[in-house]
Nanobody, 123 residues
């Protein structure tokens, strides 16, 4: 069992930045690809970014390419999402997930979910 706990959400003005963190409980953190998803009110959950188990492969949704950066720190069992140049349309609950590999995470195949953290971008 892997528990995932997100932090770092909040309220920011358009053009600002936030860094989300997702801490994993298990020492098997390096066995999983990690990803971030988001869900805005009234919309379906969508893929944001994923990173492979060794960090060599990274995937982004087109809507966040060039603005968001995913990374992982195996020593800290933590995955990060650096979000720059935030837009009001980035407002959503952001959740991290663990999955078998990057491409399958991108397709929504997950093993574990965090509880989510709210990101609100004001115009």
């Amino acid at each position: 069992q892997v528990q995932l706990v997100e932090s770092g959400g909040g309220l920011v003005q358009a053009g600002g930045s936030l860094r989300l963190a997702c801490a994993a409980s298990a020492r098997t953190f390096s066995n999983y690809a990690m990803g971030w998803f988001r869900q805005a009110p009234g919309k379906e959950r969508e893929f944001v970014a994923a990173i492979s188990r060794n960090g060599a492969f990274i995937y982004y949704a087109d809507s966040v390419k060039g603005r968001f950066t995913i990374s992982r720190d195996t020593a800290k069992n933590t995955v990060y999402l650096q979000m720059n140049n935030l837009k009001p349309e980035d407002t959503a609950v952001y959740s991290c997930a663990a999955g078998p590999n990057g491409p399958r995470l991108r397709d929504g195949v997950t093993d574990y979910w965090g509880q989510g953290t709210q990101v609100t971008v004001s115009s």
